[in-house]
């Protein structure tokens, strides 16, 4: 069965201590007593203003322009001092839900950048998973490079859960944590596993599909189904190494071919464009050539990034046609995309 004749599943990521805002983005603004802050819309359609501690601005990212708004929400949140902390969770809850609305079968929770005490990550992700799981409809996906924390999620959200929902998502197993498929194999719930090897990050396709395919194959010894393996081949920086799309899409491609239509293919299909110019461009090439190659599901942000648009982009126009080239290797070190950006020549309507 074709990607196109089912369900795209959207694993959405923007719950991550990780995410950034830049300080000169619109979303950064000062309040009447001149605090700057984080300004959203809630869910009852109310602007309202998260202040940024003095803390914060003290902080390397701060320094260099750069907001982490998710882990400034979750601290602000935590050290329970009103009205800043209803001002967070109200904001954690309006990220959630943007992307439910946007369609994400699953929500990607993550604050291993909460701290580096493994106390502190521990603490905030029982905390955020506690305050999210009653607010959303859909599983959470637990994320972390740590299996304690991952277990520290998992216990939290089997017993804030509804029922009805399910259990959460394991996010990520790979060879070099692959104790985590135990966990999910008692869980009975979905589980990422990905292509990194015991001791690295795999560097072409045939290393991808080989670890990958180690991974499967445990996961089914582990008495996990086929149907709740979500496999991430990883998706690396095409602005890195111009063979990394090609590497990528090949590995998707083998990996269907050699496990069928029920295992689900995924990736943070948006680390394709990381430091280069109009990344939606080349996101939704991206995507729609990962659909081809066999995937039916990402680790993406459903508010910005869509399936139905990648799909039916024209592929005539020259911005297409330079994604396609950089995605592909053909466009050595991303000149002629570089060009053409500097030109303006690869806006939505240029053709």
Not at 26 to 49: C, L, T, Y
Not at 121 to 131: A, F, G, H, K, Y
Not at 169 to 185: G, H, K, T, W, Y
Not at 288 to 303: C, K, N, Q, R
Request: aromatic share 4%.
């Amino acid at each position: 069965m074709s990607t196109t004749a089912r369900e795209f599943v959207v694993i959405g990521e923007n719950i991550h201590a990780t995410r950034v805002l830049l300080q000169k983005s619109e979303r950064i603004s000062a309040n009447e007593a001149g605090e700057e802050g984080i300004v959203f819309v809630d869910e009852d359609g109310v602007s309202r203003h998260l202040r940024i501690p003095e803390a914060e601005k003290l902080s390397q990212p701060y320094q260099e322009g750069r907001i982490k708004h998710v882990r400034i929400a979750v601290q602000v949140a935590m050290a329970g001092s009103e009205p800043d902390c209803s001002t967070a969770v109200s904001y954690l809850s309006t990220l959630a839900q943007r992307q439910v609305k946007a369609g994400a079968h699953f929500l990607d929770v993550n604050i291993d950048e909460i701290s580096n005490k493994l106390a502190d990550q521990l603490e905030s992700m029982r905390w955020l998973v506690t305050t999210l799981a009653p607010l959303v409809d859909i599983p959470l996906s637990i994320d972390s490079s740590n299996l304690e924390i991952i277990d520290a999620g998992v216990m939290a959200a089997t017993e804030a859960a509804d029922a009805r929902v399910g259990p959460p998502m394991l996010n990520s197993a790979s060879l070099e944590r692959i104790e985590v498929l135990d966990l999910a194999a008692r869980l009975k719930g979905a589980v990422v596993i990905t292509a990194a090897g015991e001791s690295g990050m795999p560097t072409n396709t045939e290393e991808r599909v080989a670890n990958a395919s180690r991974m499967v194959e445990a996961s089914l010894a582990a008495g996990i189904a086929l149907e709740r393996i979500f496999v991430d081949p990883l998706v690396f920086p095409i602005a890195v190494d111009g063979e990394y799309g090609r590497h990528c899409l090949d590995a998707i491609a083998e990996l269907r071919r050699r496990f069928g239509s029920e295992i689900h293919i995924t990736g943070g299909m948006s680390n394709v464009s990381f430091g280069l110019p109009s990344r939606r461009l080349l996101n939704d090439a991206f995507l729609a050539l990962a659909i081809e190659s066999g995937a039916d599901s990402g680790i993406v942000d459903p508010t910005v990034v869509s399936m139905q648009r990648a799909l039916t982009v024209d592929r005539t126009t020259r911005p297409f046609q330079l994604a396609l080239a950089v995605l592909t290797g053909a466009d050595e070190s991303c000149r002629a995309y570089m060009k053409a950006y500097r030109a303006g020549e690869l806006s939505p309507s240029a053709s």
